[in-house]
């Protein structure tokens, strides 16, 4: 039996960081953490409809 690791939510969680990193250098966390959210939902989105083909 293979056991297979699900990467679900993973680039989600890479945009929230990286939108919170960003945030905290620019001094506008509420700015970046939404867009950080919006960027990973994205890159999640694309990942599941290339996946399907």
């Given at each position: 039996?293979?056991?297979?690791?699900s990467g679900k939510?993973?680039?989600l969680g890479i945009g929230i960081i990286?939108?919170?990193i960003v945030g905290y250098l620019t001094s506008n966390m509420q700015l970046w953490f939404v867009l950080g959210i919006a960027i990973g939902s994205a890159l999640e989105y694309g990942a599941k409809k290339n996946h399907k083909k």
């Open positions: 039996m293979k056991i297979e690791k939510g993973l680039k990286l939108g919170a």
